[in-house]
């Protein structure tokens, strides 16, 4: 399975943007899918994502009630929609999969990953 991540670009304060993580080559019904972002000189840090059962959703606490985290039923894409967005996401946002997972904010539990797409936002 590889992961396709799509959708950043350029926007102001404010503004949303949504992103894209298309899985082809197999299927990630059985993955759980989180959305991660790293800025230069910091780590891979998690932003939403859910378990493999697509039962619960969770959320770092800087997105919550402006970020939301889909996965449309029999689909091999996930989502996040962004909104008001601030200076401070800025980042290459990644998309990653881990197979019957429960659900985790840990990087290193992530078995596979996107190529990673940039949103930038100005002030």
């Known amino acids: 399975v590889q992961l396709q991540a799509s959708g950043g670009g350029l926007v102001q304060a404010g503004g949303s943007l949504r992103l894209s993580c298309a899985a082809s080559g197999g299927t990630v019904t059985n993955y759980a899918m989180a959305w991660f972002r790293q800025s230069p000189g910091k780590e891979r840090e998690f932003v939403a994502g859910d378990n493999w059962m697509s039962s619960n959703t969770f959320y770092t606490d800087s997105v919550k009630g402006r970020f939301t985290f889909s996965r449309p039923s029999a689909a091999n894409t996930v989502y996040l929609q962004m909104n008001s967005l601030k200076a401070e996401d800025t980042a290459v946002y990644y998309c990653?999969?881990?197979?019957w997972g429960a659900g985790t904010r840990d990087a290193t539990e992530y078995d596979l990953w996107g190529q990673g797409t940039l949103v930038t936002v100005s002030s």
């Open positions: 990653g999969a881990d197979q």
